[in-house]
T-cell receptor, first 113, second 116 residues
């Protein structure tokens, strides 16, 4: 059974700092990996999707990397801003599918002005 | 486009009552999903559908039923609500991989359900 772990569970940083969020998964036979953002009381918004053949994806100040062989992904946020404060979740397809997602429990990020 | 919408946004039920949560998407997605989110447990897949008229069980299907009579709608039913079903419920939708489109899942805003 696929298990997804995110470390740390919570992170508090001053504005402007670069930071890294970690995600690990137990079954490396994945089609892709997604990073989502969830604001309090809201739904999830997809940030980045990395296909299994890719090593990384970038969107603005966000960069996600994927190392399938070691079962790890990182989300790098450059020059953090208070508006980046949210819970960040990673998810991988499981059960041999490319669409049934297993989620990590998330990292709660607080960026202090 | 409205994206994925969910009705209602909040609901309080008594144990044993029934209700239906409605999810609608206007992106012509083939696949739709129901998740529940609980503190300390993360998001877990309840049921999903890969097309109109089809449904399948996810990780935590017990106590729930679903129907996909129309491509744009996915209904989640609780026949006899229990306090353990107190949770936030999210619906999502996506294209299938064979379409060649991104397989990103798009989420609705959630329904907060309390069962007393």
């Amino acid at each position: 059974k696929q298990e997804v772990t995110q470390i740390p569970a919570a992170l508090s940083v001053p504005e402007g700092e670069n930071l890294v969020l970690n995600c690990s998964f137990t079954d490396s036979a994945i089609y892709n990996l997604q990073w989502f953002r969830q604001d309090p009381g809201k739904g999830l918004t997809s940030l980045l999707l990395i296909q299994s053949s890719q090593r990384e994806q970038t969107s603005g100040r966000l960069n996600a990397s994927l190392d399938k062989s070691s079962g790890r992904s990182t989300l790098y946020i450059a020059a953090s801003q208070p508006g980046d404060s949210a819970t960040y979740l990673c998810a991988v397809p499981s059960g041999g599918s490319n669409y049934k997602l297993t989620f990590g429990k998330g990292t709660l990020l607080t960026v202090n002005p | 486009n409205a994206g994925v919408t969910q009705t209602p946004k909040f609901r309080v039920l008594k144990t044993g009552q029934s209700m239906t949560l409605l999810c609608a998407q206007d992106m012509n997605h083939e696949y739709m999903y129901w998740y529940r989110q609980d503190p300390g447990m993360g998001l877990r897949l309840i049921h999903y559908s890969v097309g109109e008229g089809t449904t399948a069980k996810g990780e935590v299907p017990d106590g729930y039923n679903v129907s996909r009579l129309k491509k744009q709608n996915f209904l989640l039913g609780l026949e006899s609500a229990a306090p353990s079903q107190t949770s936030v419920y999210f619906c999502a939708s996506s294209y299938p991989l064979y379409r060649g489109d991104t397989d990103t899942q798009y989420f609705g805003p959630g329904t907060r359900l309390t069962v007393l």
